[in-house]
């Protein structure tokens, strides 16, 4: 059982470069997650998907689009990357948005 | 607006010590809450959820109570060791998505 899964783990981009993160959980959940997470700021929810089919803008969505290609995978796309967006992404996943929410290792992004 | 903060920022103890790690939220209105550890470089674990419903939750050395009348969730570690040195976060839902307090670093020496 792997629980959530992400890739890549690292990846540098140049300004302006596009990307599409990857994230996938085998737990049969419903809801998943995009957040990121920068010294001094915490953890920010990007966007949130709350089930197959449906996306919602978190806090901090501008730069940034997804989509819950099936219940299993939802993908974060940075259109044109920015120094701005040099963080690391944890995507997320839980049965409900009010149930646990279990947590991929992360993938460390770096824009110059 | 659900706000959610954590005291302290960062806590070092001897090992074998009881501590207190605390959450504090503004939306009173909380349906639950949840408390993760995060170790260095690594994602989010979760420890406990507690349901608006109950009062506390217990998992081994760790206990999590919430006070929702006071606005306070509080996680309790007991005869703690080297291995529960990391991050703990505190998060409380707003709209159905989590909301994240900035987190306590604990360090047990050994």
């Known amino acids: 059982n792997a629980g959530v899964t992400q890739t890549p783990k690292f990846q540098v981009l140049k300004t302006g470069q596009s990307m599409t993160l990857q994230c996938a959980q085998d737990?049969?959940?419903?809801?998943m997650y995009w957040y990121r997470q920068d010294p001094g700021m915490g953890l920010r929810l990007i966007y949130y998907s709350a089930s197959e089919g449906t996306t919602d803008k978190g806090e901090v969505p501008n730069g940034y689009n997804v989509s819950r290609l099936n219940k299993r995978e939802f993908s974060l796309r940075l259109e044109s990357a920015a120094p701005s967006q040099t963080s690391v992404y944890f995507c997320?996943?839980?049965?409900?948005?009010?149930?646990?929410?279990?947590f991929g290792p992360g993938t460390r992004l770096t824009v110059t | 607006k659900q706000e959610v903060t954590q005291i302290p920022a960062a806590l070092s103890v001897p090992e074998g010590e009881n501590l207190v790690l605390n959450c504090s939220f503004t939306?009173?209105?909380?349906?639950?809450l949840q408390w993760f550890r995060q170790d260095p470089g690594k994602g989010l674990t979760s420890l406990l959820l507690?349901?608006?419903?109950?009062r506390e939750q217990t998992s081994g050395r760790l206990n999590a109570s919430l006070d929702k009348s006071s606005g306070r969730s509080t996680l309790y570690i007991a005869a703690s060791q080297p291995g529960d040195s990391a991050t703990y976060l505190c998060a409380g839902p707003r709209w159905g998505k989590l909301i994240f307090g900035q987190g306590t670093e604990l360090s047990v020496k050994p």
């Open positions: 997320a996943s839980s049965a409900g948005t009010t149930g646990r929410l279990y």
């Open positions: 939306d009173s209105a909380i349906y639950n």
């Open positions: 507690i349901q608006s419903s109950q």
């Open positions: 737990m049969n959940h419903n809801s």
